[in-house]
């Protein structure tokens, strides 16, 4: 697999170490004082708002974002703008009427209004779904990281994290300070600045460097006869074997040259003749063969055992082309030039599809021609044009991904808690201000890192995540171990924090407060533990399972469930005086159960089962643009009947303070 | 886990001018962030159309992003101040309520 430098584990490890240990000596430090939430309280709101973006920025945005864009250039781009687009919501709506209400959490604010059963226990399972859906795709990003720098599987990655985090929150509590978040956010978008200077100082070019080791693999197009139906190459090295249709109007041909058997994608060119693309390939062996150090391996890479290959690193410019001119290179390039490049250029980016190959399933990665001006409009990945076979569901998809994004963050608890680390109602606007405006620039620069490694040729084929930081690896190992250790360190710190939140949400919201189990502060932190080590392996157990799978994507899902579950609860409970205890719990409910419900029957999820697709019930891969409103009415509906019970109205309180 | 309020607001008087900013400014970034929904769904062609080296969908795209900052400081600014008038530059705002337990 990939090479490993001694050097970049050294770099890595001792930032992790260094980490770690501030995170332990500043949990020392903080029990000390009166508590994290009053030592927050000291903190400058120019530190605090680095640390907010050290807390947002997690692994969806910085591997996520970028192996999206990287392999389906703007539509990766959007969730830049929906992640931005919801500190808007939280700013403006949320936060200060929340603060207002006196206190920290989402359960905490709902409960103190009603004090009600129903409300602790919805709101508890609400935390904790909310925080598993935000935990698989960290512990994805943290397995896809340790790959190409430690030379780890997968799965030791995830448990490497997993284990950390348990020990991390069974001994120090809350790991994670402002102190912590403020230095991974800082150094994040510091390095990142240096990434995208880079990448455009590296400029186009149609012969990317995708390592300083070995040059970029020279794909080959053959011209072939198709008189006799079958693709036969002109060049007689080749012989043909088989076509397979893994598609309609998709074939793919299997060569044979010096008894080394290849895929092709059997296309026609630029001027409509019939020629064979090489491809990449990955094969899923039933029975296992042994490698060049005698393990059993079932997976081959081009027909290599997956121990003795190079991964699949690829991706490129076909035609470059700049102000309509054809050029070999763009050396030195400012943003617009760079933009402009790829806007008039010709991308050549690797589609995948399954196939069958005896009993053997193989995937094959084909080249696809793609017009720079497709690659900087949405539609790639989330289908809108119409002309192009988008269909009512898809355009619907699209928007609920869209809406969803724009009001999760307000419903994330632990990027609620955030809001109230300092001391003032203006240190902390400022400190959100200066969050987004952090976040904002990082955003900006996903594009760039993005688009940076579809060029390159350093796309992983078999896993779009760690684009970002193999962009980084390609142009120098101590760049790569640096930035690999700080997204490594972000997964860490927002790892413990959900798992910390969930923990709570068991010990204190579900235990001592719903079952009224009375426990002590003692066994209560014990409880807390527990649980902690509980929610720990489970996000393990999901973090292998969904490994492949888009990070940011899987963050959407997450995104989803929150603003369906939570965010109709904020907002009518701030804003609607009619809001009563059983409306909050049904419409929490209705939210939770209605998106993980068509997630988990979605066409995504389908094809995780191993499943066709089009044999899911609900064509909709993204939740939100239903559960969301079903939630708000539901809360509505549930209200009005049960409005008799003359609950004290939070609105009504609010405005009494107000008055005074 | 428990703990008392994070500060004390009973002394904002600003507060139901600050909410009432608050939402017209959120309807605001919400029709702009709408209008990008439903270009992109209705019509998507027009994204790619080209202004100046760039096209629609980048402009647009980095333009919420940069709106949304604006849109930031301008609230900011505008609670500073209704804060400022309202409640007279004495330090109340400032008393932060310790942690109860």
């Known amino acids: 697999m990939y090479d490993v430098s001694t050097w970049a584990i050294i770099v890595f490890t001792s930032f992790v170490a260094f980490v770690l240990w501030m995170s332990y000596y500043f949990a020392r430090r903080t029990k000390t004082a009166k508590g994290y939430f009053a030592a927050g309280g000291n903190i400058h709101w120019s530190v605090n708002g680095i640390a907010f973006a050290g807390d947002y920025l997690s692994a969806a945005s910085f591997l996520g974002i970028c192996g999206m864009i990287a392999t389906y250039g703007y539509d990766g781009f959007l969730y830049s703008i929906g992640y931005l687009a919801g500190w808007i919501v939280a700013l403006f709506v949320v936060a200060e009427p929340m603060k207002r209400l006196g206190k920290f959490t989402f359960t905490d604010a709902l409960d103190s209004k009603f004090n009600s059963k129903g409300i602790q226990l919805t709101a508890a399972l609400s935390t904790l779904v909310v925080s598993i859906f935000y935990l698989i795709p960290q512990m994805v990003g943290a397995g896809t990281l340790v790959t190409p720098l430690l030379g780890l599987s997968h799965t030791t990655g995830v448990v490497m994290v997993g284990t950390l985090v348990i020990i991390i929150v069974a001994t120090a509590g809350m790991a994670s300070t402002t102190y912590v978040q403020f230095l991974k956010g800082g150094l994040l978008i510091i390095f990142s600045i240096a990434l995208v200077i880079v990448t455009l100082y590296n400029g186009l070019s149609t012969n990317p460097n995708a390592s300083q080791h070995d040059p970029y693999h020279q794909f080959k197009t053959l011209a072939v006869d198709m008189s006799s139906g079958k693709p036969v190459p002109a060049d007689k090295s080749y012989t043909f074997v088989s076509t397979t249709e893994a598609a309609k109007g998709l074939t793919f041909a299997k060569l044979s040259s010096q008894g080394t058997e290849t895929w092709w994608h059997s296309t026609k060119d630029a001027n409509g003749l019939d020629v064979l693309t090489e491809a990449y390939w990955v094969t899923n062996l039933v029975i296992p063969v042994k490698d060049s150090k005698g393990n059993l391996v079932s997976t081959l890479y081009n027909g290599i055992p997956i121990t003795d290959s190079k991964p699949l690193q690829a991706g490129h410019i076909k035609d470059l082309k700049f102000k309509d001119q054809s050029v070999a290179e763009l050396r030195n390039v400012s943003i617009p030039q760079f933009l402009r490049g790829i806007k008039e250029s010709t991308i050549i980016r690797f589609l995948s599809k399954p196939v069958k190959d005896g009993d053997n399933k193989v995937t094959v990665y084909y080249q696809k021609a793609t017009p720079g001006r497709e690659i900087l409009t949405p539609g790639l990945k989330f289908k809108v044009d119409a002309a192009k076979g988008a269909t009512f569901m898809d355009k619907l998809n699209f928007a609920s991904l869209m809406l969803a994004l724009f009001l999760g963050t307000a419903a994330l608890p632990h990027i609620l808690i955030r809001y109230y680390t300092v001391a003032t109602p203006s240190a902390a606007r400022k400190s959100t201000i200066v969050a987004i405006a952090a976040i904002g620039f990082f955003y900006i620069l996903t594009l760039f890192m993005g688009l940076g490694a579809m060029v390159n040729g350093v796309v992983d084929l078999t896993d779009n995540n760690m684009s970002a930081p193999l962009l980084a690896k390609s142009f120098g190992i101590t760049l790569f171990a640096v930035i690999s250790a700080i997204a490594f360190a972000t997964v860490l710190g927002t790892v413990s924090g959900l798992i910390v939140a969930a923990s709570g949400a068991v010990a204190h919201d579900l235990m001592d407060r719903f079952f009224g189990m009375k426990l002590t502060d003692h066994n209560k932190v014990r409880a807390g533990k527990v649980a902690a080590i509980v929610v720990g392996i489970m996000a393990m157990f999901l973090g292998v399972m969904f490994k492949g799978m888009n990070v940011s994507y899987l963050v959407g899902w997450a995104f989803a469930v929150a603003a369906s579950a939570n965010l109709p609860a904020i907002i009518m409970l701030l804003f609607w005086k009619g809001t009563t205890s059983k409306g909050i719990a049904a419409s929490i409910v209705t939210g939770i159960v209605s998106s993980v419900g068509m997630i988990l029957l979605s066409p995504d999820m389908f094809e995780k089962y191993g499943l066709l697709r089009s044999s899911a019930p609900i064509a909709l891969d993204n939740p939100g643009i239903i559960s969301i409103p079903l939630s708000f009415l539901v809360l509505v509906i549930v209200s009005l009947s049960t409005k008799k019970k003359a609950e004290q109205t939070p609105a009504k309180e609010m405005e009494f303070a107000a008055a005074n | ?101």
């Open chain 2, 1 to 101: 886990m428990g703990h008392g309020p994070s500060s004390d607001w009973s002394f904002d008087r600003a507060s139901s001018f600050k909410t009432r900013v608050g939402i017209w400014m959120f309807l605001l970034y919400a029709i702009i962030y709408a209008g990008f929904i439903i270009v992109n769904t209705f019509d998507p062609q027009i994204m790619g159309s080209d202004i100046g080296g760039y096209n629609l969908a980048i402009l647009y795209g980095f333009g919420l992003i940069v709106f949304a900052l604006m849109l930031a400081f301008v609230y900011n600014a505008t609670c500073t101040a209704a804060e400022e008038e309202l409640n007279g530059p004495t330090p109340d705002l400032i008393k932060e309520e310790e942690e109860t337990d």
